[in-house]
């Protein structure tokens, strides 16, 4: 079992930035992918970045490409999102997830790829 604890959301005006923390049971990232993902209400939750301790595979939506970034640290047992250049269309629950290491980057952009989810946490972006 994989425990997921989500931190870091908040308020935020349009332009800055936020870092989301997700800490994980010990070794998870030698076990799994780990992905963020948003839901934003009235929405279908969607996949926003993902990222493979082993070799360092990175893969993001393109709605986030080039302000955003995933990151591990795996001494803390944690997984960052850096989000930069906020806009008001981020907003939204943004959920860490432990997926299956084995399946290509293409399949760890769905959801049906992750068995462990955290709580999430809320970003809001004014504008």
């Known amino acids: 079992q994989v425990q997921l604890v989500e931190s870091g959301g908040g308020l935020v005006q349009a332009g800055g930035s936020l870092r989301l923390s997700c800490a994980a049971s010990?070794?998870?990232?030698?076990?799994?992918?780990m992905g963020w993902f948003r839901q934003a209400p009235g929405k279908e939750r969607e996949f926003v970045a993902v990222m493979r301790w082993s070799g360092g595979n990175t893969a993001y939506a393109d709605s986030v490409k080039g302000r955003f970034t995933i990151s591990m640290d795996n001494a803390k047992n944690t997984v960052y999102l850096q989000m930069n250049s906020l806009k008001p269309e981020d907003s939204a629950f943004y959920y860490c997830?432990?997926?299956?290491?084995?399946?290509?980057?293409?399949?760890?952009?769905?959801?049906?790829?992750?068995?462990?989810w955290g709580q999430g946490t809320q970003v809001t972006v004014s504008s």
């Open positions: 010990a070794r998870t990232f030698s076990r799994y992918a």
């Open positions: 997830a432990a997926g299956l290491l084995s399946r290509s980057l293409e399949v760890l952009s769905t959801t049906r790829a992750y068995p462990y």
